[in-house]
């Protein structure tokens, strides 16, 4: 199988800014989780979606937003971008069903850059 | 919520040499424990991972970790390090929040 794509792989934006970053899951998964990862911070969570509801959400401002389609396919949007968004956003998949948390697989993430 | 922590920030070992990584978890249950490791530039590959049962669990690339209930703890150990070895290494909690990372053990390997 496959597995977890995101793209663009990396991504250079200017403050004020908005971003839109994809992730295709191992297919059959339909659950997807979105991390930050930054030298400071770590690995943070933002959120997870499964069957196109979003089942958790971390402690990020509104700014960061997601969805989930049909396909299992997610996105996550940040708006009015801010210096401090530049970070690596990694993707993962798990093949849990509802309910329920298995193992997570992670892609490669989108490096982003903001001037 | 849970939380981890992997108290060394960076290790250096010598090639051929054992490796002991720390983690400590903090969750009034038995959480699921997970070891990553995230090479510059690339995700995160599962190493292994701990749910329930034998508490030695052995996974990919010849690690091993050992799940130790009574010291919070799921330290991951290799017999004999390889140079390609050298890269970051993640815990991981899920309990009834989802995936807690720990900062984080950079690894270095020597000739």
Redesign the interface.
Known sequence: KAGVTQTPRYLIKTRGQQVTLSCSPISGHRSVSWYQQTPGQGLQFLFEYFSETQRNKGNFPGRFSGRQFSNSRSEMNVSTLELGDSALYLCASDPALAGGSQTQYFGPGTRLLVL | AQSVTQPDIHITVSEGASLELRCNYSYGATP?L?W?VQSP??????LL?YFSGDTLVQGIKGFEAEFKRSQSSFNLRKPSVHWSDAAEY?CAV?GN????????TRLSVIA
């Open positions: 699921y997970f990553y530039g690339q995700g995160l590959q599962l991972k993640f899920e929040t989802p995936l807690v990372f720990g900062k984080g």
